[in-house]
């Protein structure tokens, strides 16, 4: 009896281990390592290079061949920009990576389309300077995301404003990278929140789009380190970036995807980033230097980078233990994932919720350029309304960065959702043309979001212009701007007013002032234009961008007073184009040379070079320090009520680790407002010449009613005083006198202190 007692347990704990042992090995986040080893070297390649891109409706032969076994695997979400490669053996799955900035970017054009929320353009979000507010609209890439079943979102992008004719400007932020890091720090948090990863774009110096896959960019390594890396080592340190993406752009002649200074180095080394670094799409030429540099996923991902990745391997030009590293960051990727957690999603985002924070976005981020006593619109009878985009708003840019939305509210609905009321004559001349001139439009792909078909601006005879000042009480006029991914903006005609266009605010403007009436401008783009000639004509001028699904709204918002704007801009508007430092350097060359590098599907690449010979005066750095004459300068923006900036003090007047500076500021106006208080710092130039001034901090302040005060303050540290210095490859705050100087924007300072630092300090 005692022998089969003590049989049974010892039998039975023989069984349990052998059923353990042969239970399959499936991936968690504890067994990276032991999944690692078990996996071929056929999988290590697949796993860090994507599973291939197909877009409906694309011609064949435009994009690469893709493996026909990947196809035969259904994608997760149809329409999404691109996936990594499943390992079903061993509980890998594939996850799924979407673009855009501005909303997931699906390219599904069938008769029951997804869509999203179609938020405001980058370059608008920045002009909010409010980084809580940016963080939430940030969380709503990342909500919807959740809901269609991706992981990565492939935002923020966020290279500078180099020239106002750069294509994409409108995804990116600024030519400031202080303010172009902490906002998109204040986007990839709004979008993590939510358990999906940002992807942040494009690492570095892509500045530009003509020959953008072939463009070897030069620029002197202060340069790189203060303006084109200085944003992106902000994110990487103020966040936790699940992913990055290189750009496709060389770098003093190295393509960014196979820069082991810039990617291994910089980035990992020196920042201390743990994410996983990815190609952009169909970037970089020699896959094996790819992983080499520590360019982990190669997007959206070809049959033959995987055997080259093999072959390489095998023949000892790839260590394995190299691909191995990774390997280990795609997987700590998938483990991080909502597919791997398998997340239930919905297909329902909460769009309506989403479209309200939108709309408020959208109207914190308009600027008003110019206000002669005209708004807000109070008692307006009615209202002559022009311009095409003020009936088929421009609500973003094209490119990765388009939406598929559900429906775009431009001004002509939103004002009379204010209720405003419209001149008949105009409004229906404006309502047939565009009807006609749609119907010749064709339908939706791929082709028109890379290569959008705009219609032409209808032309009206003086004639109906002057009539219009008999029967309505003031104008608005629309200036409509589309740029994008595959091209840049031209001088003429983009950049600059048409001939027609000056005419038609040239007239209406002395034909409505011969009447003593109004004639505002509503500016729908999404770069910097040219203002200088014409702002004379007209009494007030508001900066809307592309304000996104609910701009039309957001407009009408900022005219009726329903809203006080209290954005400021994030670049400075010349003058004239060649007042901008790097004029005469852009876009680029095209060079004499073989032509063996990648191709690019959307647009024709040539070999090509542009200098930054302006090295690091880029946009106010350049006209304020050698006193350029702008337009509007950097930071400015007007508000319907007065602020006074007052009480200015520091904690200290010798720096030690780190200084406070605080400030007062009061609405001394008639109607509550928000200020963005704006802090620049003037730094000793003995040893490294510097700008004038530099933005070292920024807040905007709660809604104040009017006569109420609040009290703003900013710590610098020693990185806020440092320069880049090549010659030692260091960080180095100069000993000597500092100013600080606060304000209403880099020009309009209002209080100014100094302090001291007794001796050089070496920051890193």
């Known amino acids: 009896m005692k022998k089969c007692l003590l049989f049974i347990p010892i039998a039975f704990f023989s069984w349990s281990v052998s059923s353990q042992s042969k239970e399959p090995?499936?991936?968690?986040?504890?067994?990276?390592?032991?999944?690692?080893?078990?996996?071929?070297?056929e999988e290590k390649a697949k796993l860090v290079v994507g599973m291939g891109m197909h877009i409906p409706g694309m011609p064949p032969g435009i994009l690469p061949p893709t493996d026909p076994e990947d196809d035969k695997i259904e994608p997760k979400v149809p329409g999404t920009s691109g996936r990594t490669h499943p390992i079903d053996r061993l509980g890998i799955p594939s996850i799924v990576l979407s673009d855009g900035p501005a909303g997931i970017h699906f390219l599904d054009f069938g008769k029951n389309p997804k869509y999203a929320t179609a938020i405001p353009i980058g370059t608008l979000l920045a002009c909010t300077w409010d980084t809580d507010l940016v963080r939430k609209v940030g969380g709503i890439l990342g909500s919807e995301a959740k809901e269609y079943g991706i992981d990565i979102m492939l935002a923020p992008a966020f290279n500078i404003h180099r020239n106002p004719l750069g294509g994409r400007n409108f995804e990116y932020y600024s030519e400031d990278p202080f303010l172009s890091g902490n906002i998109a720090a204040a986007v990839t948090n709004g979008i993590q929140e939510h358990g999906i990863g940002a992807s942040l774009k494009h690492f570095a110096a892509n500045n530009g789009e003509t020959n953008r896959m072939k463009l070897n960019t030069l620029v002197s390594k202060r340069a790189l380190r203060e303006i084109y890396l200085k944003n992106f080592e902000i994110v990487v340190k103020k966040t936790n970036p699940w992913t990055i993406m290189t750009s496709y752009n060389l770098i003093n002649g190295t393509y960014t995807s196979e820069s082991t200074n810039l990617i291994n180095q910089i980035l990992r080394k020196e920042w201390g980033f743990k994410g996983l670094v990815m190609s952009d799409w169909f970037a970089g030429k020699n896959v094996v230097a790819s992983v080499q540099a520590g360019n982990d996923l190669q997007m959206p991902g070809r049959p033959d980078q995987t055997q080259s990745i093999i072959a390489a391997v095998k023949n000892n030009t790839l260590a394995l233990s190299t691909l191995d590293l990774s390997v280990e960051k795609v997987l700590n990727l998938v483990a991080q994932s909502s597919t791997f957690n398998k997340y239930q999603y919905s297909n329902q985002p909460k769009l309506k919720e989403n479209a309200i924070l939108s709309r408020k976005a959208a109207s914190e981020g308009m600027v008003l350029l110019k206000n002669d006593n005209t708004l807000p619109l109070t008692n307006t009878g009615t209202v002559a309304l022009y311009g095409n985009a003020s009936y088929d708003i421009i609500a973003g840019g094209s490119g990765s960065g388009d939406v598929i939305k559900e429906y775009t509210v431009s001004l002509d609905k939103g004002l009379v959702n204010s209720g405003f009321k419209l001149l008949e004559s105009i409004n229906s001349t404006y309502q047939d043309y565009l009807k006609i001139e749609k119907a010749k439009m064709p339908a939706p792909s791929f082709l028109t979001i890379f290569n959008p078909i705009t219609i032409k601006e209808m032309s009206l005879d003086n004639e109906l212009?002057?009539?219009?000042?008999?029967?309505?009480?003031?104008?608005?006029?629309?200036?409509?701007?589309?740029?994008?991914?595959?091209?840049?903006?031209?001088?003429?005609?983009?950049?600059?007013?048409?001939?027609?266009?000056?005419?038609?605010?040239?007239?209406?403007?002395?034909?409505?002032?011969?009447?003593?009436?109004?004639?505002?401008?509503?500016?729908?783009?999404?770069?910097?234009?040219?203002?200088?000639?014409?702002?004379?004509?007209?009494?007030?001028?508001?900066?809307?961008?592309?304000?996104?699904?609910?701009?039309?709204?957001?407009?009408?918002?900022?005219?009726?007073?329903?809203?006080?704007?209290?954005?400021?801009?994030?670049?400075?508007?010349?003058?004239?184009?060649?007042?901008?430092?790097?004029?005469?350097?852009f876009p680029g060359k095209v060079l004499p040379i073989k032509d063996d590098g990648p191709v690019d599907p959307v647009m024709p690449s040539f070999p090509s070079e542009v200098s930054y010979e302006e090295d690091i005066y880029v946009g106010y750095r350049y006209f304020n320090t050698f006193d350029v004459k702008t337009a509007y300068e950097f930071g400015f923006g007007l508000s319907y009520t007065q602020f006074e900036y007052s009480d200015i003090k520091l904690s200290s007047t010798e720096f030690k680790d780190k200084i406070t500076a605080t400030i007062t500021i009061k609405n001394s106006g008639k109607t509550a407002g928000k200020e963005v208080v704006q802090l620049y710092l003037g730094a000793p130039s003995e040893k490294l010449k510097k700008p004038s001034e530099e933005l070292k901090g920024f807040a905007k302040t709660n809604l104040l009613q009017p006569n109420e005060s609040q009290s703003i303050s900013f710590t610098l540290s020693p990185e806020e005083l440092a320069s880049y210095d090549p010659s030692l490859s260091s960080w180095i705050a100069e000993a000597g006198k500092y100013s600080i100087r606060m304000g209403a924007s880099s020009l309009d300072i209002k209080q100014t202190k100094e302090f001291h630092l007794a001796k050089d300090l070496m920051v890193k």
Do not use: C
Not at 494 to 521: G, Q, R
Not at 522 to 533: H, L, R, Y
């Open 25 to 41: 090995l499936q991936l968690n986040k504890n067994n990276i390592k032991q999944i690692i080893k078990a996996l071929t070297l």
């Open 465 to 585: 212009l002057i009539q219009s000042a008999d029967n309505a009480d003031i104008a608005i006029v629309t200036i409509g701007r589309l740029s994008g991914e595959s091209s840049d903006r031209k001088i003429d005609a983009d950049f600059n007013l048409t001939e027609a266009e000056k005419n038609t605010l040239k007239t209406l403007s002395e034909s409505f002032h011969a009447k003593n009436k109004k004639v505002i401008v509503v500016i729908n783009a999404g770069g910097v234009i040219e203002t200088a000639s014409w702002s004379p004509w007209v009494d007030a001028i508001l900066m809307a961008w592309q304000p996104g699904m609910e701009g039309g709204n957001a407009i009408a918002d900022i005219l009726s007073g329903k809203v006080n704007p209290s954005g400021k801009l994030t670049s400075s508007f010349p003058i004239n184009y060649n007042d901008v430092s790097s004029a005469k350097n």
